[in-house]
């Protein structure tokens, strides 16, 4: 067999990439949780219309990159391309739509067909949050703060900038698309394949074209400001008012529609210029009609979905982990007596390591090299007399610690580097 390796766009994480990774997870959870927040686990694959259907048929997602196959028993699934199509689903599934508001953490993996590249995978994984219920823009202001909490926590605020935009409600929409199909209509011999399908279909849809040629007739496009109803420009005006009473900074970008159809008033993009054309950090909006596409009623919500392998190439920092206490038995007869002390440490909930083999020598140099914070040291005589050597690896001091008082001792060893 030629050597086996993962799936193009696919990828291991391993060592400092896990370590990232579940450090965003993590910080996405905590912060989350503190606005109320409480996490979902929808199935990786859904029945292929929970998709095909909500995201827009003339969507890139939808066209070109969505994993569907039919299974054994003839039904079309999907491996998720994002979350909030599976979420609205879950709701209704679930019998969730009169208990609203529900406030939804996720994070898991989701599958795109693309061409991989940096900061771009067939698999990647993503965080994303879902107000379900509420139609007032102080809920898009909440869970655009908790996204800004969330990048502040990770370090990674100062390099991102928040892009604000609105799409209006339908009258607005219905307004702004007949004088974008007037504008692209002008154009139309010039515009990429996949947008001259567009024009008819979705002329929204040519703003987020990625083509070149499609881009520069873009920049001159109308905005959909002067299209807003007084209704939808008084949403927008609150949301700002709310950013900034927040002191959460953002600059308006007319081009912001995002990639899926489902978004109405608010949309917006968390950018950092730091990884190249893979900008969007963390993308959202609001997206009123989808529950009722899902089936359920009529149902108000705002959401937002974050790439975490983007996040995690800009976290700089990674907390480290507690320097372990490396436990070494002086001789091979305390080899049992040592090993009993280094499961007492870990169910104190203390990180602890003992090597397999070696002699006092070559077990002090692996403590070194795990950067261990100190040594339980103890033989034959110390085990008889229950107590151990307690080896502070920084000062160098030893002393002899009874067993039953070792973990309050190994407590109050100074931070390592506090004091230096
Ligand atoms: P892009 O414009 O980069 O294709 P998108 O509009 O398709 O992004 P969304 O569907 O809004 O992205 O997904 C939200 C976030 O998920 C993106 O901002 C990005 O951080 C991340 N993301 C999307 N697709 C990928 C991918 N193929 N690989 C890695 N991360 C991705
Ligand atoms: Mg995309």
Redesign the pocket.
Known sequence: MSSLQPVRGTRDLIGDEQRRHRHVIDTARHVSGLYGFEEWSTPIFEETRVFSRTLGETS??VTKEMYTFTDRGGDSVTLRP?GTAAVCRALVSNGLTQSLPQKVFYAGP?F?Y?RPQK????Q?H?IGLELIGPAEPLADAEVIACGWQILSDLGIAKSVVLELNTLGDMDSRTAYRAALVDYFTRFATELSEDSKARLERNPLRILDSKDEGDRRIVADAPTIAGHLTPLAAGFYDSLRNSLTALGIPFVENPRIV???DYYNHTAF?FVTTELGA?G????GGRYDGLVKQMGGPETPAVGW???I??LAMLVTALQAEAAPIAVIPAGEEAEGAAFGVLQKLRQAGIRAEMSYRGNMRRRMERANKLGARAAVILGAEEAARGVVQLKDLVSGDQREVARDVLVAAIRALPSAGADA
């Open positions: 890139d997602v994002e989701m795109r693309e900061g771009r995978y067939r990647f993503q995002r990639g899926l993009e893979q969007t950090v963390m993308g979905a974050a790439g392998e983007r």
